[in-house]
């Protein structure tokens, strides 16, 4: 029987969960990117990216195939500045799971999404 999209997802999710604290817990203001950007390059490659460039302004370039058609995925890594850290909630940083919930600056705006884009890369690259 073959997978479904879903069931590779749901096979792959301990590592994105993984991946997605992961960069929230780096702290990346506007400029000062470069961490993350190298964890997110090093995640790209460990799971089956073909080609990972950080280009000279400090974006992530994946490809995967060389295909006639592209597939593009866009986002942005930087955070706004959390302010007076005693208003949280929460540490900004830990990425901490609660109740299924994952908490952290920049985990909606839009590390959570640059994440996902990540994997559903390599989704579909096992999918041919």
């Known amino acids: 029987m073959s997978s479904t999209y879903y069931q590779d997802a749901m096979e792959v999710k301990p590592d994105l969960v993984k991946f997605m604290q992961d960069i929230i817990r ?7 990117e470069g961490a993350v950007v190298e964890r997110i390059r090093d995640e790209m490659l460990r799971i089956g990216y073909d080609e990972v460039t950080i280009d000279p302004m400090g974006n992530v370039i994946g490809r995967i195939g ?5 597939i593009a995925f866009d986002g942005h890594v930087d955070i706004v500045d959390v302010g007076d850290p005693s208003l949280w909630d929460r540490d900004p940083y830990s990425a901490e799971i609660e109740d299924g919930i994952l908490y952290g600056r920049g985990t909606s705006d839009m590390k959570g999404g640059v994440a996902s884009s990540v994997y559903a890369g390599a989704l579909l690259k096992k999918r041919g």
Not at 26 to 32: D, H, N, R, V
Not at 66 to 70: A, F, H, K, L, M
């Open 66 to 70: 060389s295909g006639p058609r592209v």
């Open 26 to 32: 780096i702290p990346s203001l506007s400029s000062e």
